[in-house]
Every structure is written in C-alpha cells, then in structure tokens.
C-alpha cells in the first residue's frame, strides 16, 4: 500500500480480532483492537499470567551488504559494536542533527553483514526517508518486512506457554534465549526475548500466513489476547517510553531519560546528532525525566503542568496504574529536582499532592516503589 493511500491498514489477524470481540480503533493507520472487554483485567492476565498482542503494525527492516555496520554506527545514538554474539539485541535512539529523537528502535545482530531493526507504525514514513537520506554514502540493501506479522507473548507464564507449542528440539534452543537476544528459526520465524510490558516473554515474527494459526494455538495454550489499552498502562508502569508522548524530534535523549542509551565512547564514531549532544552536555542539561506517584486522589494526564521547588515541568505520559493502584505519570521537571522531593501536579485547577520517583514503578509484577 502505497504512502499516499490513507485508507486503515489491518494486520494479518485482523478477523481474529474481530472474532475475539476486539473494540477496533484507528491507530497510526491500522485498524485494532484497544481491548477485548475490559481493559484492567487485560492488564491484571498479563502481570500475573500471559497474555498476547498482535503488534503486526510495527516496522520490521532487514539491512544487509558489506557497510551496513559502519552505516548503522553513523545512523544511531547507541552503538552497535556492543553486539558481538549472533542474535543481539540493542535499544537506541535515531536522531537528527539537532539531537530530536527521530524514533526509537531496537536492532539485531544476526552477521556482520546483517541486521534486523524494529521501529514505530506512526513513525515508518519519516523513519524510512531518513534512513534512506542516510544510506547514499553506504553500500547497503534494505528491504522492508511486509511478509511478516509479530505477536508479542507477554507475562511471568508466557515463554513456558509459548514454547509448549515449539518441538522439543527448537523449544530447547528457544527456551536458551537470553534477555534482549533474537533467534531466526526455519521458514522465516524469529524468536526474541523482548518486550514492551516490564514481564519476561518473546516477541515472534512470523509469515502473514502463518499468524493465524499461531495465534489460535496460544489461545489454546492459555495465552489471552490483550489490546492496545492495556498495553499502554503496562509500558508506563515499567517507565518505558512511547514515542510521540515522552520523546520526539523537540527532545533529545538527554531529557527523555534516554542517557544510557547515548554511547560517546570511542570518541572517533561520528553518529548523527553527537556534536548538539556534546554540546548540550557540556553547557548542561536544564531538564530532567522522572516518575511521579500521585499521592491525592485523581487521575495523572499528559500536558498537566507539575510544580517543584525547582521551577514548573510537564507530564508527557499519566494513567492509573492498575497494579499499584494509584495514578503514575512520567514527567519531565527542571534539573534540580530530587528523587522524594514533593510536588504538586496542576489538575482542573487544584493542586494535588505527587512524589518524585525512579521513573519505573512495576517490574516483573511487582512495586518499584518500596525504596523511593
């Protein structure tokens, strides 16, 4: 389907959706279910049991030819000469020259002349002109996946729910994945130990043709289909950050809480972005990204203005965490503020009492909060 065309695109499991009774929206162009009945419940299978999503919509890009690693090391905020086994994965940032964050995306190493890279639905026609503005000087191939769908199995019974539907042989292979490695299978399958939840489980490519069946038998297997609403509320409590929200082309990592994912080291790789990255650094970053824990009752949205001792920040994501029970936010706030520093969060004119804290509140199903 061309750029041009604005009609709604609808995955491979499309009619699975629509069978398991899914509530379609519109979503960057697709057609999907944000639930299938009741969103908290959604979240509650995937914290405590496992539950799937079709993220069919999301990008998958194979680069291949003999300067597909040097332009991947020109192209990204992270280094990709950290991956030196088959199979691994690495988060980064893609940045344009003022360091805005273009996308975020993970990249796999499958050989020195192979990688794999995972980027946003809503960002796929900027991400692509980009990349391929960036490749003139390289000798690189890149073609789109289209053939592929991807279901992300999520939850503390997901990877032992998944791999009971896998031979003995491959699940043994599988179950030896690392956290953040990917493992190509016959026909075309991919296997990563990856995912968007703050829970163990894999993220599977596989054929358009295949999806189907594969989603019927992790039905089957116990695995319940989980929509677009839940996930978001279960991305925000493990403070991971949602491209659009949190960060865009007007923030740069360093305010996005994405530092660790900047590699200046060595200091001979001249990435996209760097120079405005050194430079910010050096003068200073005035702003800082952080958690916030609702101490009031209410509910935490994006755009609410929070008020520090250090001055006024913003929200960039806010829910009602059902795990905790209580409102989250991320937030970005001025630089001096402090982790356990009170603050006050601006809703329908009241001022409403918030904590700072470590921008991550849920991990493998329980609080991150007990220490803040």
Same mark, same amino acid.
């Given at each position: 389907?061309?750029d ?9 499991l499309?009619?699975?959706h629509?069978?398991a009774g899914g509530k379609?929206?519109d979503?960057?162009?697709w057609?999907?279910s ?5 969103q908290?419940e ?6 405590n049991?496992a539950?799937?999503?079709?993220v ?6 194979d ?5 597909v ?7 990204l ?6 991956? *030196?086994?088959?199979g691994?994965a ?5 940045l344009?020259?003022?360091s ?5 995306l ?6 020195d002349?192979?990688y794999r890279?995972?980027i946003?639905?809503?960002t796929?026609e900027n991400?692509?002109a980009?990349?391929t503005?960036?490749m003139?000087?390289?000798e ?9 769908s991807?279901?992300a ?5 997901a990877?032992?729910?998944?791999l009971?539907?896998l ?19 016959e026909g075309g ?6 995912g968007?939840?703050g ?9 358009n043709e295949?999806?189907?069946?594969l ?7 116990g695995?319940k289909?989980?929509?677009?609403g839940a996930r ?10 949602l491209y659009?929200?949190?960060m ?7 305010v996005s809480g994405l ?6 080291s060595?200091e001979?790789?001249d ?6 990255l ?6 200073g970053?005035?702003e800082k ?6 101490e009031d009752?209410?509910v935490?949205r994006?755009?609410?203005?929070v ?5 006024e ?19 970005r706030?001025p ?11 601006e809703?329908r004119g009241?001022?409403?009492?918030? *904590?700072?804290?470590k921008p991550?509140?849920v991990?493998?199903?329980?609080s991150?909060?007990?220490?803040t």
């Amino acid at each position: 389907m061309s750029d041009k065309n604005t009609d709604p695109q609808r995955t491979a499991l499309y009619d699975k959706h629509i069978e398991a009774g899914g509530k379609i929206v519109d979503f960057a162009g697709w057609e999907m279910s944000i639930n299938y009945g009741s969103q908290v419940e959604e979240h509650h299978q995937v914290r405590n049991d496992a539950g799937m999503f079709d993220v069919s919509h999301m990008v998958v890009l194979d680069f291949k030819g003999k300067d597909v690693k040097s332009f991947l090391r020109h192209l990204l905020a992270n280094n990709i000469d950290k991956l *030196k086994d088959s199979g691994k994965a690495l988060y980064s940032c893609m940045l344009n020259e003022n360091s805005g964050v273009i996308d975020d995306l993970i990249v796999y190493y499958l050989s020195d002349e192979f990688y794999r890279m995972v980027i946003n639905a809503a960002t796929r026609e900027n991400d692509l002109a980009w990349i391929t503005q960036q490749m003139d000087a390289f000798e690189v191939d890149l073609t789109e996946r289209t053939d592929l769908s991807m279901i992300a199995v999520q939850g503390p019974n997901a990877r032992e729910k998944a791999l009971s539907l896998l031979d003995k042989a491959t699940a043994e292979k599988v179950a030896e994945l690392k956290p953040f490695f990917g493992l190509p299978l016959e026909g075309g399958r991919f296997y990563a130990r990856t995912g968007y939840t703050g829970e163990d489980g894999f993220e599977i490519m596989i054929s358009n043709e295949e999806a189907p069946e594969l989603w019927d038998a992790l039905i089957k297997a116990g695995v319940k289909p989980i929509g677009l609403g839940a996930r978001d509320t279960l991305r925000l409590e493990a403070g991971m950050n949602l491209y659009g929200t949190d960060m865009d082309t007007s923030t740069s990592p360093l305010v996005s809480g994405l530092t660790w994912t900047i590699a200046l080291s060595p200091e001979d790789r001249d990435f996209l972005g760097r120079k405005v990255l050194e430079d910010d650094k050096l003068a200073g970053v005035k702003e800082k990204f952080v958690g916030l824990v609702l101490e009031d009752r209410g509910v935490l949205r994006s755009h609410q203005k929070v008020i520090t001792e250090s001055g006024e920040g913003t929200i960039t994501s806010g829910t009602f965490s059902p795990t905790l029970k209580k409102a989250i936010a991320l937030a970005r706030v001025p630089a001096g503020t402090g982790l356990g520093e009170q603050c006050h969060v601006e809703i329908r004119g009241k001022k409403l009492a918030a *904590k700072v804290v470590k921008p991550v509140f849920v991990r493998n199903g329980k609080s991150c909060l007990e220490n803040t």
